[in-house]
C-alpha cells in the first residue's frame, strides 16, 4: 500500500434514485468525508458487468470490430464487446457477444480476470476472455443500434492500428496487452505472448 496513514471509509448519509436510462442506472449518495466531516452528493452509475473477447484465429490472428461510436462521434477500432445479462454467467455473455457481433465461435475460452472500469462513479466490472482457435461458423445477430464491420488482423497490424490512432479504447487495449506486446518491442517479441497475464484463476 502507498503511504503509511490509514483512511478511514466514508460514511453513506442517504441515497437518492435517479433516472433510470438503457444502459444504466442514476443513484446519488450523499456521502461525509472522514478528513473534514464534510458532506456531498456523489453520483453512481448502477451499471449491468461487461465482457470484452480477445478472440485468436487457428493462425494466431486475431478479431477486432470497427464502430461509430456516439460518445466520440467517430469510428473506432475495438474487440468484440457488450453487456452481462441480468443473471447471465459472464463466460456465456462473451461467448454470446462474439457470436452475435462477428460470426466467429469456440471452445477454448481462459478467463484474464476482471476490472472495474471506472470506480469514480460506476459500480460495475469488466470481465476479460481469451478465446482460442476460433472460426467463422454462424451468422451474425446485430442489434437495431448496431452497424459493425469485422476484420482479423495479425498481431503487426493490431499494433499498427494502435500506433496509428485508430485503436484507442481503454479497455480493449487492456485486454490486449494481456496477450501480447502492444508497444515497442524487439521483433521477436512483437507477436502473442506465451504465457496469457490473467489476475484472476476463477471464472467466478
Known amino acids: 500500500m502507498v503511504g503509511e496513514e490509514k483512511q478511514k471509509p466514508w460514511k453513506l448519509l442517504r441515497s437518492e434514485e ?32 461487461w465482457v470484452t473477447i480477445a478472440a485468436v484465429t487457428p493462425d494466431q490472428r486475431i478479431v477486432v470490430v470497427r464502430q461509430y461510436r456516439f460518445g466520440v462521434a467517430e469510428f473506432t477500432t475495438e474487440l468484440p464487446a457488450g453487456l452481462v445479462n441480468a443473471g447471465e454467467p459472464h463466460r456465456d455473455a462473451a461467448m454470446r457477444e462474439l457470436r452475435e457481433e462477428t460470426g466467429y465461435t469456440g471452445s477454448d475460452w481462459v478467463y484474464l480476470g476482471w476490472v472495474q472500469p471506472n470506480p469514480a462513479y460506476q459500480n460495475n466490472r469488466l470481465h476479460q ?32 492500428e494502435v500506433a496509428e490512432g485508430r485503436f484507442r479504447n481503454s479497455l480493449a487495449l487492456l485486454s490486449l496487452s494481456r496477450i501480447m506486446n502492444l508497444w515497442d518491442a524487439a521483433e521477436g517479441q512483437s507477436g502473442l505472448l506465451e504465457d496469457f497475464i490473467t489476475l484472476d484463476r476463477s471464472s467466478i
Open 129 to 160: 476472455w481469451l478465446a482460442r482457435d476460433v472460426r467463422l461458423t454462424e451468422p451474425r445477430q446485430l442489434d437495431e443500434g448496431e452497424d459493425i464491420a469485422v476484420s482479423v488482423l495479425t498481431a503487426a497490424e493490431v499494433r499498427r
Open 18 to 49: 435517479g433516472d433510470e436510462l438503457p444502459i444504466f442506472k442514476v443513484r446519488y449518495d450523499w456521502v461525509e468525508n472522514p478528513r473534514n466531516g464534510a458532506a456531498l452528493k456523489a453520483v453512481v452509475l448502477d451499471v449491468p458487468d
